[in-house]
């Protein structure tokens, strides 16, 4: 199975300061089709998980532009520009390039 | 508005059986593929199970051949029919629509329901 890590696990923020969050597999999440199928969640306390990206860097309707994506290969990056209070909550990447599909253990956003 | 609802979740005695639903509005189960994952309170994510439009479907290791998953497309309704239930399968059972745009499909979920709890115990 590929194993998503992700770092940090707790991430405290200042509010309008920047905030990354790395995602490392343990494979290539390269598909034999040539995508890779990487993809990024929010969830808030109580609510279900919500897409942000999908293929690495597409971002989702309705994702406002200071989140971005990137990465290639075992290595992924999610960021935000400037953290707004409603950014807080958990974060997931989830690898769907082979079964199972596995997601990284998540990471708290919180303020500071 | 794409909205799934999931019922079917409550308290089962370990090796019970119990069979979650998922009725979806505003789009059709048969135009995409569905998937499952569960959530034990406060931890992470864990994907369980996933139907194709073509009908096939895929396991996470720990559930298969204990899970089913199915549809119907009369009803506009995906299942999670859950046997030999363990302590372990405690979680919340969310059901997610697959992220398909302009005829193509990705393999991520898009769209999810609010979640049952499902709690396996004596």
């Known amino acids: 199975d590929i194993v998503m890590t992700q770092t940090p696990l707790s991430l405290p923020v200042t509010l309008g300061q920047p905030a990354s969050i790395s995602c490392r597999s343990s494979?290539?999440?390269?598909?034999?089709?040539?995508?890779?199928?990487l993809s990024w969640f929010h969830q808030r306390p109580g609510q279900p998980p919500r897409l942000l990206f999908y293929?690495?860097?597409n971002r989702f309707s309705g994702v406002p532009d200071r989140f971005s994506g990137s990465g290639a290969g075992t290595e992924f990056t999610l960021k935000i520009s400037r953290v707004e209070v409603e950014d807080v909550g958990i974060y997931y990447c989830l690898q769907a390039t082979q079964f199972p599909w596995t997601f990284g253990q998540g990471t708290k956003v919180e303020i500071k | 508005e794409e909205q799934m609802v999931e019922t079917g979740g409550g308290l089962i005695q370990p090796g019970g059986s119990l069979r979650l639903s998922c009725v979806a509005s505003?789009?059709?189960?048969?135009?995409?593929?569905m998937t499952w994952v569960r959530q034990v309170p406060g931890k992470g994510l864990e994907w369980v199970s996933v139907i194709y439009n073509d009908g096939s479907t895929f396991y996470a290791h720990s559930v298969r051949g204990r899970f089913t998953i199915s549809r119907d497309i009369s009803k506009n309704t995906v299942y999670l029919q859950m046997n030999s239930l363990r302590a372990e399968d405690t979680a919340v059972y969310y059901c997610a629509r697959g992220h398909c745009s302009g005829g193509i499909c990705y393999n991520n979920p898009d769209h999810w329901g609010q979640g049952t709890l499902v709690t396996v115990s004596s």
């Open positions: 293929m690495i860097f």
């Open positions: 505003g789009f059709i189960v048969s135009s995409t593929y």
């Open positions: 494979h290539s999440l390269v598909h034999a089709d040539g995508n890779t199928y």
